[in-house]
């Protein structure tokens, strides 16, 4: 189930696939998931953080949600309220999603060569990235992820396409870094 | 006369023809000699459960290989780790396809994940109702780790956990294709996990493995100059053990042999000692090896190896009568009549000391008892028929000064002096303080020696996968395999709580109880109960409602009953490795393992006060085994020394017997103070030294007394049976193997130690001018 991630892998796709160490990068997202079935888009909006040692992602609304990674440390904060501390140890695809994703951010490309044919094409703003997937178990769900940058290292557009027929959309709009 | 003659060669010939014609129709040929050394244990008491789970767990251990491809490119090192797995697929090994059965499990576990809640999270759903499902499904869906369309197959992320809470191999390997891949430190590992089938102990299982080793790193450098190979694995270590063996036994017994000619040819200066004591020791080895195979259809390593030291004794009976023959004072026709009284009672002596061990129970000794009982008697039968009719004429070698020392050293010996009893008393005097620094080690480890590189790549290869192999496995046994789900989820949550660190292994963590599933389908069924507090749910949290609606039609669709184990082994077969079926239910094999060697004791600690759970530590039971064979054949030796002293009474009085025992005694206690001293630990092997000290010093008085205390050729034959005992047993101090090195040790210190204080056996007496 670690493919289960991939979303929070590929926010960082933009530096890696530019294969330069990323700087710290701050955008609000719409995120649109289309599900098989369902005629009604389900569309949230929110803010995203990233910088060398972490990743800040919150859901503005419908309802508010917090997730962040920081050096190893992974905590939630759900709708209801509630707080809570992720443990790697328990939680073992924590760890490689953040592995996965801190090699990313330094601009290494092999953890995604491992389970993807990385296509990096070059457009006025910075380059446009198609992961297919290797033959295997991401194969059977993920058709293809794309990442369009609205400049190098920084993602404009992340859609992933599921076998299932499921989309998922986030349109990213940088704001400042923030300290 | 010829008549005669032909008649002994011939029923010598039958005899050890038959034998071994007998033998050979008993031959395991597809494994004639046998490396696994725990098949020498005694067979356990044990329930059927628990033998059929130690012999399972203990196949799982002795069958499994694992090689680890590694380099800094993951395309360059998965293509290595490719070429490794078609080389030793290739070789004849087995490898399972953790990607097939991991998606194979994947859709059991998907059409049953309604059933497949943790007691926390039904706890969670059946308080929280509707909101809090509601309130699960949004952070499935907001968290950027979740999967995108994870509400269709899985609401809430609920069976996500279970997955990823299922026992992994190897902390941080994930499956990835046939391996189990790991990236740490910019160097990508690839995992493959072979299987030998068949005895992975016999030459042809292990052979195999370390051929296909070989073919695989190989095929690994022709495919990736910069990847490495390494593997591990019992099979590798039984084939390392086995050529370690062979290589000894050949140079053990080369030098043992090449010594006791040299010592032969420089006392007698003949051709006729090589060769007749050429063919006693063939004869003797032959008819020992042919024994132990009739009897127990093969030969264990242990046994063979023990049986080199054979050479030493085999040949003492040659010795008493070549001695006799060339340089005592009998007529060659009357040298046979002159020596039977000493090789009659040291043989029968000899050969009721080794077969006391085969009154241990202990397999291994039972097969060296019948190897030393058989060469020994094989060995008397060629002195006593082929020697008489083959040395007939008058030797013409004369006495020269090495044939006298001997006995001017047993005359001066004997020569009533204070310090006949002053040496004695001293020896004992430092030995006895060695006697309190004794201590005993039955751990099976401490026998056998493992090569440093084997080692060295096994703790390399742990060390990356994080896991080291459990000290034991927990059997939980049950009226059925329901109640025995449940009382291993009972002591699951005991180790959890006791062992943080550790990761549990067993079926339930795959198959959760019956009653935990109802109560995780009972948790949804009450969500369900009102679809229409589930669509305001939904709505409240900003989610379409329909959501809602989805959600209970995949409810009404799902079977809404528990996996069953049936299910379950169809689709995963592996996991019924888990399961022993007994007369009386079922039992389960659990186990836990650790990112370092876990304590036993605290995994027993785990299953204390568990109805129908018990820890197993395999390796303490082998020990208490060696433990209780050790005290065993300890008592053997009292008992059958006691019987040896009755016949010395019978036959040589109270006062001579007691003399002639003194000097064996007196050279066990050197022995024992010796091995204080040292450090060298108490084994069963060494009770099986000390056994054979007694007995050769005994031979020695033997000797002495019935050719004639005072003469050369008993001193003779006394002094090279101790130089060609000190030979070939002394040798075995040597061993890598750290059972025979003790062994040898302990019979050189014991063996010298006899020799010289043979002289005090006999009475004290001046030499008559």
């Known amino acids: 189930m670690k493919y289960a991630r991939l979303v929070f892998i590929v ?81 073992p695809w924590l760890a490689a999603v953040e592995h996965i994703f801190v090699s990313a951010l330094s601009g290494d490309r092999s953890q995604l060569q491992r389970y993807f044919n990385v296509k990096a094409e070059p457009i ?38 599921e076998k299932s027929g499921a989309r998922m959309d986030i349109r990213f709009t940088p704001v400042a870094a923030q300290p | 006369m010829i008549w005669r003659k032909a008649a002994r060669w011939l029923v010598w010939a039958i005899s050890l023809g038959l034998l071994c014609g007998f033998a050979w129709s008993r031959l395991d040929l597809s494994q004639p000699i046998n490396t696994n050394v725990l098949t020498l244990l005694p067979a356990q008491n044990d329930s059927a ?172 450098q022709q495919t990736c100059a910069d ?120 043989l029968a002596a000899g050969a009721l000391a080794f077969a006391f061990l085969a009154g241990t129970g202990f397999p291994a000794l039972m097969q060296i008892a019948v190897f030393s009982v058989a060469g020994l008697l094989e060995a008397g039968l060629v002195v006593a028929l082929i020697f008489p009719i083959t040395l ?105 709580q006791q062992l943080p660190q550790a990761n549990a292994v067993g079926l339930s963590r795959f198959l959760p109880s019956t009653s935990r599933q109802q109560a995780s389908l009972a948790a949804w069924r009450s969500i369900f109960a009102s679809p229409a507090k589930l669509r305001t749910a939904f709505a409240q949290m900003g989610l379409p409602p329909a959501l809602g609606d989805h959600l209970e039609a995949a409810w009404q669709a799902a079977p809404r009953e528990p996996l069953t184990a049936q299910e379950l082994f169809a689709a995963v077969p592996d996991l019924n490795k888990f399961v022993i079926r007994t007369d009386h239910g079922v039992a389960l094999l659990a186990t ?35 433990e209780r064979i050790r005290v065993r054949a300890t008592w053997l030796v009292v008992v059958g020394y006691l019987l040896i002293s009755g016949i010395l009474v019978w036959r040589y009085g109270r006062r001579e017997a007691l003399r002639m025992l003194w000097p064996p005694l007196l050279a066990l206690g050197v022995t024992l103070g010796a091995l204080g001293w040292i450090g060298v630990p ?13 007995g050769l010093g005994r031979d020695y008085a033997v000797f002495l007394r019935e050719v004639g205390a005072r003469q050369r050729s008993p001193a003779l034959a006394v002094t090279l049976s101790a130089m060609t005992t000190l030979l070939s047993f002394g040798l075995l101090s040597l061993s890598q193997i750290p059972a025979l090195s003790a062994f040898g040790l302990a019979t050189l210190i014991g063996i010298l130690a006899s020799y010289l204080s043979a002289p005090l056996s006999l009475p004290p007496e001046r030499e008559k001018p």
């Open chain 1, 11 to 91: 926010l960082s796709l933009g530096t890696a696939a530019a294969a330069a160490p990323a700087a710290n990068f701050a955008a609000t997202f719409v995120q649109t998931r289309t599900l098989p079935g369902f005629d009604t888009p389900i569309v949230s909006h929110g803010l995203m953080r990233v910088d060398p040692h972490g990743f800040y992602w919150e859901i503005k609304s419908p309802y508010h949600y917090v997730f962040a990674m920081h050096d190893g440390h992974v905590h939630e904060e759900l709708p209801d309220g509630t707080k809570r501390q992720l443990d790697p140890d328990q939680k």
């Open chain 1, 124 to 161: 006025n703003t910075g380059t446009h990235v198609t992961l297919t997937p290797k033959p295997g178990a991401l194969a059977k769900v993920i058709e293809r992820i794309e990442v369009t940058e609205s400049a190098p290292g920084h993602p404009e557009r992340l859609q992933i396409r």
């Open chain 2, 49 to 220: 459960a628990l033998t059929r789970a130690t012999e399972r767990t203990r196949n799982a251990f002795v069958h499994e290989l694992l090689a680890l491809v590694s380099g800094t490119n993951a395309a360059d090192t998965r293509a290595a780790a490719q070429a490794a797995r078609r080389a030793m697929l290739a070789a004849g090994l087995q490898a399972e396809n953790l990607g097939q059965t991991f998606e194979q499990a994947q859709r059991v576990f998907q059409r049953h994940h309604f059933a497949l809640l943790d007691p926390a999270q039904a706890r969670h759903l059946r308080r929280g109702g509707a909101k809090a499902l509601a309130t699960d499904v949004a952070v499935s869906l907001a968290s950027p780790a979740g999967m995108v369309s994870a509400f269709g197959s899985d609401p809430g992320g609920y069976l996500t956990q279970f997955l990823a809470a299922l026992p992994r191999p190897y902390p941080d390997f994930l499956p990835n294709g046939p391996f189990l891949s790991a990236t740490r430190d910019g160097r990508h590992y690839f995992l493959l996990r072979l299987e030998v089938r068949g005895a992975a102990f016999a030459k042809q299982g292990s052979a195999l493995a370390a051929a296909a080793v070989t073919q695989a790193r190989e095929a690994v």
């Open chain 2, 227 to 346: 990847c490495r190979f390494e593997a591990t694995g019992a099979p590798l270590f039984a084939d390392a053990a086995r050529r370690e063996a062979k290589s000894e036994t050949i140079w053990l017994t080369v030098i043992s042999t090449l010594l006791i000619m040299a010592l032969i040819a420089f006392v007698y200066r003949s051709l006729a000692p090589h060769v007749l004591a050429g063919l006693q020791l063939v004869a003797s080895v032959a008819a020992a090896a042919a024994a132990v195979i009739a009897i127990f259809g093969s030969i264990n390593i242990l046994t063979l190896v023990f049986g080199t030291t054979l050479l030493g004794i085999a040949i003492d009976y040659a010795f008493l009568y070549f001695a006799e023959y060339w340089f005592g004072s009998s007529p060659p026709a009357a040298v046979m009549e002159k020596i039977r009284g000493g090789l009659g009672i040291a």
């Open chain 2, 392 to 496: 007939t004429r008058q030797p013409t070698v004369a006495a020269h000064p090495a044939v006298n020392w001997p006995r001017s050293f047993i005359a001066r010996a004997c020569r009533p002096s204070r310090w006949r009893y002053i040496i004695p008393a001293v020896l004992l005097a430092v030995a006895i303080p060695g006697w309190f620094f004794l201590h005993a080690s039955d751990d099976v480890r401490e026998l056998q020696h493992f090569p440093p590189q084997l080692m060295h790549t096994d703790q390399h290869i742990r060390t990356i996968l994080g896991r080291f192999p459990p000290p034991g496995f927990f059997l939980i046994e049950a009226p059925d395999l329901n109640q025995a789900l449940a009382r291993e989820e009972i002591l699951f949550a005991h180790v959890a």
């Open chain 2, 592 to 626: 836990v393992f650790g990112q370092s060697n876990l304590n036993a004791a605290a995994l027993r600690q785990a299953a204390t006060g568990l109805a129908g759970v018990q820890f197993v530590d395999p390796l303490a039971r082998i020990a208490d085994t060696f």
């Open chain 2, 682 to 694: 108490l084994n069963v092997f060494v009770v099986v030294a000390l056994i054979l000290i007694l």
